[in-house]
């Protein structure tokens, strides 16, 4: 969303003015406190499995208090985080939304039902803890911990891999492991709950038959026997269909193993779909651009370029095409009418409309002016252009900052986000030289003007004299800011002889 430096320091400045009590979403705090809530909600889901299939699982247990700290954890960590922190509103033109009253709104239709159902299970589990056998007991562990919280888990797991700007392969790779180490403890929970609750007893006098523990002789095993073997049987769930027949035992018949395995071939449908269309559908761009990017590297390679030339010419496409590349202008060429003429003016390009010498002009104009910009990326320290040498182009700055040095190297100025230069060159009649230099500060990304088209500017005169004002007081500027530096340099320089004589 910030593209230039400039634009980062004016949201900083904005949050730090106007709202200093609200976070901000791509802030380090949001971050680390996501990080936090993620590798709580992992190792509750980690020690779950763990907990359950002991020979008696109770409130007494370290590993449940444990359990129930990851809990607290959660809660007094994700609630207030998400009621302080901002959001990112709209689709197409996006903003940071930070104040109190609209992120409790947000908050309100999204997750605030998902957090506090988990906050009542954690107040319900401290201060009023049931009986280890109780039937209720177990529920709420299961829904709170499962139904819920993995949603919440999935969610923080992409914003993670975001901000660490994972590739594609390790980012799958991750999800369906995180996926796949779920649905197993999930499994695994459920089976020994099952079996709680039809026994109605953790240590059942006379277990049924058709139990899987009493088939497996588990009731009086170790609980990491227990553990391995119910561990198993959900892989094999995972697997195949597995014990879906009538067990010799009263004829009972196993609904949770059927239930599992459906469960489980969604998730592998799920998964096997998903990264499928990832990887040949909406990552085509980007499939694309790696193809575009090994090409540039093997002709460098094969030229014999030097590494900074690499590394420069890398960072350069990496900055035009962002990881994407497709051909913007084919797709323009597809698209006609107002259509064509509204996309041309929110691809970057409706800053011209912020331009002051500009807004007075109608809108057919401002797009027949887009229509002739040509976009130039430069990287930071690039000379944009040299002094005295013919000006053929005026620039406009779509993102980033350049800096203007006069003749003896004075700089003059830093401009930003939104301004203009090198309109001097083509507005002079006799001498069409520039009489600055101008370089990128940061990348940056600008729309340049040719000298031929910018007789549509000269056609409207108020616009055209308002521009010829600006170039005119900047050019006189840096004529006194020069003369006033050479001075400075000239006493410098007597000032060392005097002391060296």
Request: charged share 20%.
């Amino acid at each position: 969303m910030f593209k230039s430096y400039a634009s980062l320091c004016a949201e900083r400045h904005r949050q730090f003015t106007k709202y200093p009590f609200t976070i901000h979403p791509f802030s380090k705090l949001r971050m680390w406190a996501e990080a936090v809530v993620f590798s709580t909600l992992l190792l509750m889901i980690l020690l779950l499995p763990i907990w359950i299939s002991s020979t008696s699982p109770s409130d007494d247990d370290p590993l449940y208090i444990l359990l129930l700290c990851t809990h607290v954890v959660f809660v007094a960590v994700n609630i207030p985080i998400n009621i302080l922190t901002g959001f990112v509103d709209g689709k197409n033109r996006q903003r940071i939304e930070l104040n109190h009253y609209k992120i409790l709104k947000n908050y309100i239709l999204s997750w605030m039902l998902v957090d506090f159902v988990q906050l009542f299970c954690v107040l319900h589990e401290t201060s009023m803890l049931p009986e280890p056998k109780s039937y209720p007991h177990i529920v709420r562990t299961v829904c709170s911990v499962v139904s819920i919280e993995y949603f919440v888990m999935v969610k923080y797991h992409s914003n993670i891999c975001t901000v660490l700007r994972m590739k594609v392969p390790l980012k799958t790779a991750l999800e369906v492991l995180m996926h796949g180490t779920t649905y197993l403890s999930w499994n695994v929970l459920i089976q020994f709950v099952v079996e709680y609750y039809i026994e109605g007893d953790y240590q059942p006098v006379q277990p049924r038959n058709s139990s899987w523990i009493t088939i497996g002789d588990l009731w009086d095993k170790p609980g990491e026997v227990r553990l391995m073997y119910s561990l198993m049987r959900a892989v094999n769930m995972l697997r195949k269909n597995s014990n879906l027949h009538l067990l010799p035992y009263d004829g009972d018949f196993e609904i949770f193993t059927t239930f599992a395995f459906i469960i489980a071939q969604c998730v592998v449908l799920h998964c096997t779909l998903k990264y499928m269309i990832a990887l040949f559908g909406t990552q085509s761009s980007k499939a694309k651009y790696y193809m575009m990017s090994h090409q540039i590297q093997t002709y460098m390679h094969k030229r014999r370029f030097p590494t900074w030339i690499k590394k420069k010419v890398l960072k350069f496409y990496a900055i035009r095409f962002r990881s994407h590349f497709f051909v913007e202008s084919t797709m323009l060429d597809c698209v006609t009418g107002q259509l064509h003429e509204d996309i041309i003016m929110h691809t970057g390009r409706h800053m011209v409309r912020e331009v002051t010498f500009l807004k007075q002009l109608p809108w057919a104009v401002l797009i027949e002016i887009s229509l002739k910009f040509q976009l130039a990326i430069f990287i930071e320290g690039d000379i944009i252009y040299k002094i005295n040498t013919i000006g053929n182009c005026m620039y406009f700055i779509n993102k980033g900052t350049v800096a203007l040095y006069t003749k003896s190297g004075y700089e003059l100025i830093h401009i930003e986000d939104g301004d203009h230069f090198g309109e001097t060159a083509l507005m002079s009649e006799d001498v069409k030289l520039r009489f600055v230099s101008a370089v990128a500060v940061t990348n940056c990304e600008l729309f340049s003007l040719s000298r031929e088209n910018f007789e549509i500017i000269e056609r409207y005169r108020t616009a055209y004299d308002e521009l010829k004002k600006v170039g005119v007081k900047r050019h006189q500027w840096a004529m006194v800011m020069d003369e006033q530096f050479k001075a400075q340099l000239r006493e410098q320089k007597n000032d060392r002889y005097n002391s060296n004589s």
